[in-house]
């Protein structure tokens, strides 16, 4: 079993020890948004400045990355059935095991401090907000509803 910490803010690193004892088992050189990463089926998600990124939870090491046009993406990432969802001023839905794009939505903004919550997902629709806003969209399509 793993515990992965980061430690610093906004920005910080990502290190994995082992609850067991306490050691220090990796750090990765990825740079990550405090608060940002998930894992799922042995790998950590987490977000960058302006990425999606996949580090192996094993050995730390970074699996894929995936930028997005837009600066921001809100915490946190929502993995399920395979894919990983990101908001930014779009939805990206990314495949979790090789980080391509399977979908993105709609842009909502022109701001560039602004766009989509962190999205959920539910009975097959990947759901958000903006601006007081629901959004809806098919989760494997993406196709909006």
Same mark, same amino acid.
């Given at each position: 079993?793993?515990?992965?910490?980061?430690?610093?803010?906004?920005?910080?690193?990502?290190?994995?020890?082992d609850?067991?004892?306490?050691?220090?088992?990796w750090?990765? @050189?990825?740079?990550?948004? !405090? $608060?940002?990463y998930?894992? %799922?089926? +042995?790998? /950590? =998600? &987490?977000? *960058?400045?302006?990425?999606?990124?996949?580090?192996?939870?094993?050995s730390?090491?970074?699996?894929?990355s995936?930028?997005t @046009?837009?600066?921001?993406? !809100? $915490?946190?990432?929502?993995i %399920?059935d +395979?894919i /990983? =969802? &990101?908001? *930014?001023?779009?939805?990206?839905?990314?495949?979790?095991?090789?980080?391509?794009k399977?979908?993105?939505?709609i842009?909502?903004?022109n701001f560039?401090?602004?766009?989509?919550?962190?999205p959920?997902?539910?009975?097959?629709?990947?759901?958000?907000?903006?601006?007081?806003r629901?959004?809806?969209?098919?989760?494997?399509?993406g196709?909006k509803?």
């Open positions: 079993m793993y515990v992965y910490i980061g430690s610093g803010n906004p920005f910080v690193g990502i290190s994995a020890f609850a067991r004892n306490g050691n220090k088992l750090s990765s @050189a990825e740079t990550v948004q !405090s $608060n940002s998930c894992y %799922s089926d +042995g790998l /950590v =998600y &987490a977000v *960058t400045n302006k990425s999606v990124v996949a580090i192996d939870a094993q730390g090491s970074t699996k894929w995936f930028t @046009a837009y600066a921001s993406i !809100s $915490n946190p990432l929502v %399920s +395979g /990983v =969802y &990101a908001a *930014t001023d779009r939805i990206y839905a990314l495949d979790s095991k090789t980080g391509s399977k979908w993105e939505s842009n909502v903004t560039f401090s602004e766009g989509f919550a962190p959920a997902v539910l009975n097959g629709l990947v759901l958000s907000d903006f601006r007081s629901l959004y809806a969209f098919d989760a494997k399509t196709t509803k």
